[in-house]
């Protein structure tokens, strides 16, 4: 059987087990977390920024609580502008045993410094290249997959060319491509559409976020294409309840999509993009409830059971996919 990376080596695919295909560990402004190390900190629980070093502390604790219940890997897709910090990542793994499956790519909705606003995106995909070949930041640790957006502004000429980088590395590596996308703004039909110009097979693509709609006339259009797709942000409330997720997910179990579906929740175990004061306001207004690594195991899934799902739906959505999808 195909390898998959984590950031404690290559593993065995049918090693992978039960796996979140997307979850954070840590969830930080880089730029402004190296120029004013300090900024944000605050020591409270999550999802709220944290003095630094408590934020392993807290992705470790997380981590635990994913494996009691029963998770055994995640895809962690904390890319660049998310904070990614690779070795961060091995040490919360080595201590709890979580499996990491790590990504190159680039977190963004338009914005990009310099230097990749002055390359092509053959010299972005180059990048990208290097983590899933030679190792990310320095280290031997290399890519599972590759990561991209496309939000509000939509598929803009700097979200495209970073599409058709993140594409030639995926063609050129085998990588396969998660891809962060807003169905509120129709963004997934252009971003697969990109990645089929570029070659890439439909098998590889992950359209993360497409369970954010409850719209099924839309959600299958997606999956026509024949990429996968992510119901994958329960507990963030402010885009769709818990509850329509959970409708949705049932619809799509009852039309047989089973095999072409992941359940996550997007979780940060810490994040520093709000003020903890603000962060706590978003709990308060519902915006965001039970939102973690635990949400899928603890609450989705014996809800789902309850309602019908069988043993070999569930192991299809939750151990299956993963093994398709990292080794597609
Ligand atoms: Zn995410």
């Not at 169905?183 to 693509?205: C, D, H, M, W, Y």
Request: proline share 6%; aromatic share 6%.
């Amino acid at each position: 059987m195909a390898r998959v990376e984590t950031v404690n080596g290559p593993i065995e695919a049918e090693d992978l087990g039960p796996t979140l295909i997307h979850e954070h560990l840590r969830t930080r402004d880089e730029a402004v977390h190296e120029q004013w190390p300090s900024a944000g900190s605050a020591k409270e629980d999550p999802p709220h920024a944290v003095a630094p070093g408590d934020d392993f502390d807290v992705a470790v604790r997380e981590a635990n609580a994913a494996l009691a219940l029963g998770v055994k890997t995640i895809c962690d897709p904390t890319a660049m502008f998310l904070g990614r910090d690779v070795r961060f990542t091995q040490g919360v793994s080595e201590q709890t045993g979580l499996q990491v499956v790590p990504c190159t790519g680039i977190y963004t909705y338009d914005h990009l410094p310099q230097f990749l606003l002055n390359r092509d995106a053959d010299q972005i995909a180059d990048l990208f290249i290097g983590d899933i070949e030679q190792g990310i930041q320095g280290t031997e640790i290399k890519a599972g997959f590759i990561k991209c957006a496309a939000d509000e502004p939509g598929v803009t000429e700097n979200i495209e060319k970073v599409h058709r980088a993140v594409a030639r590395a995926s063609v050129r590596t085998g990588a396969p491509i998660m891809a962060h996308s807003r169905p509120a703004s129709n963004t997934g039909p252009r971003q697969i559409e990109i990645f089929l110009e570029e070659g890439v097979e439909p098998a590889k693509i992950q359209m993360a976020h497409t369970g954010d709609t409850t719209d099924l006339d839309y959600i299958e259009r997606i999956l026509e294409t024949g990429a996968w797709i992510g119901i994958d942000r329960y507990g963030l409330e402010l885009y769709l309840p818990f509850e329509e997720r959970q409708e949705t997910t049932r619809a799509l179990l009852d039309r047989g999509y089973a095999d072409r579906m992941f359940l996550s929740a997007d979780s940060c175990a810490t994040i520093d993009y709000f003020p903890p004061s603000t962060i706590e306001q978003l709990v308060q207004a519902g915006l965001a409830k039970n939102w973690t690594i635990r949400i899928v195991p603890d609450r989705v899934l014996p809800e789902l059971r309850e309602s019908g799902m069988t043993e070999e739906q569930e192991r299809t959505m939750m151990v299956d996919n993963a093994v398709a999808w990292l080794t597609a």
